[in-house]
């Protein structure tokens, strides 16, 4: 018999309730919890705290409290990343995040989905669908990317965005749902 993480694994629906599963998101709830209770004074601290967390870190790494995810381990960022404050990652799958992404307050990266089925929501199923986003991306306050995005190289995400679909490099997206409005 295939298990949930299994499962969720191979990006087929799982039950998100299974324990192996609850047990994932319980230790990255409790390393969350430590970095956020970090002193920003103490900067060496929250380094080794979110390294601990992430899956894979490249160098010039900083993560402004409060850092919230779902795994941790699943998030592989590269070099000169920057991070504001409120940072949620729902990495029930993988997130890929490139060399030189600023990313603004409040934002959110996804990689969880449920059902459009009404009944098969009551069956606490979920996919995970992976997302990347490239080199040199800036990504604004308060923007929402959603399950399976892909973001190309030099691309700016405006505040407020939500991206649903993917996004070529060298441009700005703007809006709800975002979509290109000039090239770079």
């Known amino acids: 018999m295939v298990s949930e993480l299994e499962k969720l694994k191979h990006g087929d629906w799982y039950y ?42 490249g160098e ?16 592989h960022v590269g070099d000169n990343f920057l991070s504001n404050y409120n940072l949620t990652v729902l990495d029930i799958a993988e997130v890929r995040i490139g060399d030189h992404v600023m990313i603004g ?19 606490y199923l979920a996919k995970a669908v992976p ?16 399950p399976g995005v892909h973001v190309g190289d030099n691309v700016i995400i405006a505040a407020g965005a939500v991206v649903t679909k993917d996004v070529p490099s060298d441009c700005i997206v703007a809006g709800v749902p975002a979509r290109v409005i000039k090239s770079l």
């Open 105 to 123: 307050p409040n934002v959110n990266i996804f990689t969880v989905t449920h059902p459009l089925d009404a009944k098969k929501r009551r069956e």
């Open 60 to 75: 010039n790494v900083s993560v402004q409290a409060p850092f919230n995810c779902d795994y941790g381990k699943n998030i």
């Open 131 to 146: 997302v990347s986003i490239g080199n040199d991306v800036w990504i604004g306050g308060s923007a929402t990317v959603l």
């Open 16 to 57: 998100f309730l299974d324990p192996e599963v609850a047990a994932r998101k319980a230790r990255a709830a409790r390393l969350c919890q430590e970095f956020n209770s970090i002193s920003a004074a103490e900067a060496d601290k929250q380094e080794m705290k979110i390294r601990e967390i992430l899956g894979s870190s």
